[in-house]
């Protein structure tokens, strides 16, 4: 990550680190950087056999979770800190796309709300405990390019991650005195089960699209290094790149002065 001051030894052996949506395509290809690094990993999805023998494979530990229920997801945390002793990172990555390209089906959209932006702000309330019980740590959402720009195809995913990237702006203020770095990362299409009914028209298209490594080194570096509250790209040809958020004008005063926003208004590292 650029222009930020890498959190000291982060990831570092011993680290414990939550990946949710983990046996997916960015959970697994994450868990094998963090595995290298001796970071002790939890990946929690949905359960089923298959979900169990991946973690199993890529020595990584396993917690069924749906992100949507949001006591499991305090009591996946509550699991993490009795079996390993602390949470220093958690990766809020789990995500569904929408799959009616054309027509508005509401019940969809709700669905796709519901996981992959309920499902982070659920995991944010989790873990925030356990990262301050630890001293500090950091937490890194999996948003995409779709919260960033319009998504066509799929106006519910493109609300679920520019819901998500607003939260993380939001709440990236008020933990900065906690030690805690909250960022979000904005991947183009990238190469994982998420694009299958897509990859046909990416190959005739001869449209690039990222590796699930490449996505997953990005994590890593937001982990290590992010700015809170910071959103990254990460496109084909790019890598990984902060986006610079244009702002919005200031309220004026009468005398034409930029007016200052109320103290109350502001997060406490701002007053
Ligand atoms: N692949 C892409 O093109 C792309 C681009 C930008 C963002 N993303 C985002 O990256 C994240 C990871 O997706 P991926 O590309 O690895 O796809 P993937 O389909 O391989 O992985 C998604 C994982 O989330 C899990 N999941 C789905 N619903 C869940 C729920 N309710 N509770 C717990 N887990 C659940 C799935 O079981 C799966 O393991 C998602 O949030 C996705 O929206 C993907």
Not at 99 to 114: A, H, I, M, P
């Amino acid at each position: 990550m650029t222009e930020t001051t890498p959190a000291p030894g982060s990831p570092a052996p011993g680290d414990v680190a939550l990946i949710t949506g983990g046996t997916g395509g960015f959970g697994r290809s994450l868990a094998g950087l963090l595995r290298e690094r001796d970071v002790t990993v939890v990946l929690a999805d949905l359960d089923s056999e298959r979900a169990r023998q991946t973690a199993s494979d890529l020595g990584a530990h396993f917690a069924a979770l749906d992100v949507t229920d949001r006591a499991a997801n305090a009591a996946v945390v509550a699991r993490v800190e009795a079996e390993h002793g602390r949470l220093d990172a958690a990766f809020l990555n789990a995500g569904i796309a929408g799959q009616s390209r054309e027509t508005l089906d509401v019940d969809e959209f709700l669905r796709v709300v519901d996981v992959d932006l309920f499902g982070v702000v659920y995991g944010t309330e989790a873990v925030l405990p356990a990262l301050r019980r630890a001293g500090g740590g950091s937490i890194v959402v999996t948003a995409s390019l779709a919260g960033l720009s319009p998504m066509a195809t799929d106006p519910g995913y493109s609300v679920a991650k520019g819901g998500a990237v607003a939260f993380v702006r939001s709440m990236a203020p008020r933990l900065v005195d906690d030690g805690i770095t909250i960022s979000a990362i904005c991947p183009g299409f990238a190469d994982t089960a998420i694009i299958d009914p897509l990859r046909e028209e990416f190959e005739a298209a001869g449209f690039p699209v990222l590796s699930a490594g490449e996505v997953a080194e990005a994590m890593v570096a937001a982990w290590a290094g992010a700015e809170p509250g910071g959103a990254y790209v990460v496109q084909p040809g790019v890598g990984a790149v902060p986006y610079r958020f244009r702002g919005v004008p200031a309220a004026k005063t009468a005398s034409g002065d930029t007016a200052a926003v109320p103290e109350a208004l502001r997060p406490p590292s701002m007053r």
